[in-house]
C-alpha cells in the first residue's frame, strides 16, 4: 500500500528552525518526483518546493526561496523539507505528496502525506 | 505563473443534484495538465481527477472532469453526503504549480 507518513513539525519562534521529515512506503521512492504544499489556517493550498526523483533538481515557490530546502534520502526513502528564518506567516500545515508523472513532464499529487502543523508564534 | 481562479466559491446543494465547479486560467494549460482534489476537514487533499478527465483510482464514476486551454469543470452528478467538502483545481503543466482557491460544494 503507497503510503507517506510526516514528522516533525510543532511550535517554534520566529527566526528559527524545523526540518519536517516524510516517510514513504509501498512504492519505488527513488522513481518519483516529490513536492511539499502548505495550507494556512482556514486558507487555500500554496506549492511549495519539488525535488526530482534523484534530488538533482530543485525548484521553490518564488515567494519562498532562500529559506527553505528540500532534499531527500532515496536509500532510506525519506523527503525533507528545511525551513530556516521561520515567520509567523509560514504558521500552516505542511504536506508532502508523491508526484505521478513520467519521464521530463510533472504530474499530479497522489497520495499526500497526512500533514504536519508548524506553528510560529513568539 | 499560471492563476486558476475557481468559481462559485461556494456552491450550496442537495443530496442527488447535480452540481458543476468552474476553473479558469490565466493561460493555457499545458497539455491539459489540470488535477481536481476533494478536501476535507482536518485531512490531506485527495485526487480526484487528473490530465483534465481522468479519473483517480478508485474515484466514483459520479465524478467527471472536462475542459481544455483556459477553462475546466467538475461536475459531481447524484452527490452524496460524502460529497460536501471543498474542491480545489491544479495545473502542473508549467512550474510553478499553482491551486485555485477552492470551491465549497454545501448542504443547502
Known amino acids: 500500500q503507497v503510503h507517506l507518513v510526516q514528522s516533525g513539525g510543532g511550535a517554534v519562534q520566529p527566526g528559527g528552525s524545523l526540518r519536517l521529515s516524510c516517510a514513504a512506503s509501498?512504492?519505488?521512492?527513488?522513481?518519483?518526483?516529490m513536492h511539499w504544499v502548505r495550507q494556512a489556517p482556514d486558507k487555500g493550498l500554496e506549492w511549495v518546493a519539488v525535488i526530482s526523483f534523484d534530488g538533482s533538481d530543485t525548484f521553490y515557490a518564488d515567494s519562498l526561496k532562500g529559506r527553505f530546502s528540500v532534499y531527500r534520502d532515496n536509500s532510506n526513502k525519506t523527503l525533507h523539507l528545511q525551513i530556516d528564518r521561520l515567520r509567523k506567516d509560514d504558521t500552516a500545515v505542511y504536506y508532502c505528496?508523491?508526484?505521478?508523472?513520467?519521464?521530463?513532464?510533472?504530474?499530479?499529487?497522489?497520495?499526500w502525506g497526512q500533514g504536519t502543523l508548524v506553528t510560529v508564534s513568539s | 505563473e499560471i492563476v486558476l481562479t475557481q468559481s462559485p466559491a461556494t456552491l450550496s446543494s442537495s443530496p442527488g443534484e447535480t452540481v458543476t465547479l468552474f476553473c479558469g486560467a490565466s493561460?493555457?494549460?499545458?497539455?491539459?495538465?489540470l488535477a481536481w482534489y476533494q478536501q476535507k476537514p482536518g485531512l490531506a487533499p485527495r485526487l480526484l481527477i487528473y490530465?483534465?478527465?481522468f479519473r483517480a483510482t478508485g474515484i466514483p464514476d459520479r465524478f467527471s472532469g472536462s475542459g481544455s486551454g483556459t477553462d475546466f469543470s467538475l461536475t459531481i452528478s447524484r452527490l452524496e453526503p460524502e460529497d460536501f467538502a471543498v474542491y480545489y483545481c491544479?495545473?502542473?503543466?508549467?512550474?510553478?504549480?499553482?491551486f485555485g482557491q477552492g470551491t465549497t460544494v454545501e448542504i443547502k
Open positions: 491544479q495545473q502542473y503543466g508549467r512550474l510553478p504549480v499553482t
Open positions: 505528496a508523491r508526484d505521478e508523472g513520467s519521464g521530463s513532464y510533472y504530474g499530479s499529487f497522489h497520495p
Open positions: 490530465d483534465g478527465s
Open positions: 509501498g512504492f519505488n521512492f527513488g522513481s518519483f518526483a
Open positions: 493561460q493555457t494549460v499545458f497539455n491539459t495538465y
